[in-house]
Nanobody
Framework: QVQLVESGGGSVQAGGSLRLSCSVS????????MAWFRQAPGKEREGVSC????????YYSDSVKSRFTISQDLAKNMVYLQMDSLKPEDTAIYYC????????????????????WGQGTQVTVSS
């Protein structure tokens, strides 16, 4: 059974930083896509960042580019999201997602291309 568990969320003031972690069990990453999504109250789930665990492909949404950094640790089977220069509009529940294979049809930010999801971790940024 594949499980994704996020951690590292919390409350921070604007301009601060947080590092989210996603621990994957039941599946060995290395030839699939891992992504971070977020969902704010009343809004649709939004793709934040994605990486291909078997190569160097990395994607970011325009809203977080240059502030967030996605990374992985294959030895630990984990993916991270370093979030710097946080803004109040970054407040949301952040979800980790994984595809089951090395390819997909569509855009990386489409939730439907991911097969596994974590339960989410809350990030709150105050002004």
């Amino acid at each position: 059974q594949v499980q994704l568990v996020e951690s590292g969320g919390g409350s921070v003031q604007a301009g601060g930083s947080l590092r989210l972690s996603c621990s994957v069990s039941g599946y060995t990453i290395g030839r699939n896509f891992m992504a971070w999504f977020r969902q704010a109250p009343g809004k649709e789930r939004e793709g934040v960042s994605c990486l291909y665990t078997g190569g160097r492909s990395v994607y970011y949404s325009d809203s977080v580019k240059s502030r967030f950094t996605i990374s992985q640790d294959l030895a630990k089977n984990m993916v991270y999201l370093q979030m710097d220069s946080l803004k109040p509009e970054d407040t949301a529940i952040y979800y980790c997602a994984a595809s089951s294979g090395p390819s997909f049809t569509g855009h990386w930010s489409s939730p439907g291309i991911y097969d596994y999801w974590g339960q989410g971790t809350q990030v709150t940024v105050s002004s």
